[in-house]
């Protein structure tokens, strides 16, 4: 099955159904007839089989992993993420228990956790108010391939909507090529990444490659004369420098920024998911 034919059948049945939605609605209010609105996401329980469906998506490096710190930093006022250490503020071992200002990269001792199921569900799950179990992974695996591509867009200029038409305008080129992805929006409303998935790992210079050209060539079919928006693709980098793990990008779908605002508010565009990363 083609699967942008099957995506415009999709986007197609829910603008039908939204429609005969305010239809009826407006019937209801009509005839003064009372009635509670259902919940747009509903209650399922998390299972083993929905973390490994969600990582065989989004999966990166299992070497490693990042968690999104529970307290905001007290310069930018954004929680940052952190690799996770077997060492981290152990006596003897951490540098930063004494005082040092050194990155995890740069430590002699550094033992990163690797990635688990458990850690997963409890990013689904989503169940710390101060969203200390919000994962990032690391897309460029050590051989410099990569299983995904991600268009970073984000509103520095606060340019209004633009970004959301820039966003919608890379998914109908993708859409008119036949290439799949999923959009979700940020955290703080004024953003989104685009996220295109291959089907084996492939080198992140030749994934980076074709972003830069579905970006410069492909905006030519959708008459869109530039991406002010577009900040980056992550993975950031071509390959890997001997011990880095290269740029990070936190994981969607986290089961507590699933129910904000937010995550309710994105209109029109493809896919509706919803990022737990910051900007």
């Given at each position: 099955?083609n699967s ?5 059948g999709l986007?197609e049945?829910v603008?039908r ?5 305010e239809y009826?609605k407006?019937l ?5 007839i ?5 919940p ?9 089989v ?6 065989s998506?989004?999966r ?5 992993y990042a ?5 905001p930093?007290?310069?930018t006022?954004?929680?940052?993420y952190?690799p ?6 152990k006596?003897?071992y ?7 200002s050194?990155s995890c990269?740069k ?6 956790l690797s990635?688990?199921?458990p ?6 799950k989503g169940e710390?108010?101060d ?5 990032g992974?690391y897309p460029?695996l050590?051989d410099?391939r990569c299983n995904?591509?991600v ?6 200029e606060?340019?209004?909507?633009q970004?959301?038409v820039?966003v919608?305008?890379l998914?109908k080129?993708?859409?008119?090529l036949?290439?799949p992805c ?6 703080s ?5 685009v996220?295109?998935?291959f089907?084996h790992?492939i080198q992140?210079v030749?994934?980076?490659k074709f ?5 410069t060539k ?7 004369k530039?991406?002010a ?7 950031a980098?071509?390959?890997l420098e001997?011990?880095?793990i290269?740029n990070l ?7 507590r920024?699933?129910?904000?605002e937010?995550?309710?508010s994105w209109m029109?565009i493809?896919?509706?998911?919803r990022?737990?990363g910051?900007?």
């Amino acid at each position: 099955m083609n699967s942008s034919l099957y995506q415009e059948g999709l986007e197609e049945k829910v603008e039908r159904l939204e429609k005969e939605n305010e239809y009826l609605k407006s019937l209801l209010e009509k005839y003064q007839i009372e009635f509670d609105p259902l919940p747009f996401i509903h209650d399922e329980k998390i299972t083993e089989v929905h973390v490994r469906f969600f990582y065989s998506m989004f999966r990166g490096r299992s070497d490693v992993y990042a968690k999104r710190s529970g307290k905001p930093n007290s310069k930018t006022g954004k929680a940052g993420y952190y690799p996770q250490c077997a060492n981290f503020w152990k006596d003897g071992y951490c540098p930063r228990k004494q005082g040092m200002s050194i990155s995890c990269q740069k430590c002699d001792n550094r033992q990163y956790l690797s990635m688990t199921g458990p850690v997963l569900m409890a990013h689904l799950k989503g169940e710390k108010e101060d969203g200390s179990d919000v994962i990032g992974i690391y897309p460029l695996l050590p051989d410099g391939r990569c299983n995904f591509l991600v268009f970073d867009f984000d509103d520095h200029e606060m340019l209004g909507n633009q970004w959301m038409v820039e966003v919608d305008g890379l998914r109908k080129m993708c859409q008119e090529l036949h290439v799949p992805c999923l959009v979700e929006r940020s955290r703080s409303g004024n953003g989104a990444h685009v996220w295109l998935f291959f089907k084996h790992p492939i080198q992140a210079v030749k994934a980076r490659k074709f972003g830069t050209l579905l970006l410069t060539k492909g905006s030519e079919s959708i008459e869109l004369k530039s991406f002010a928006s577009y900040d980056r693709m992550i993975s950031a980098q071509d390959w890997l420098e001997k011990g880095k793990i290269g740029n990070l990008v936190a994981l969607p779908l986290q089961g507590r920024a699933l129910k904000t605002e937010t995550a309710l508010s994105w209109m029109n565009i493809g896919i509706h998911i919803r990022i737990n990363g910051e900007r």
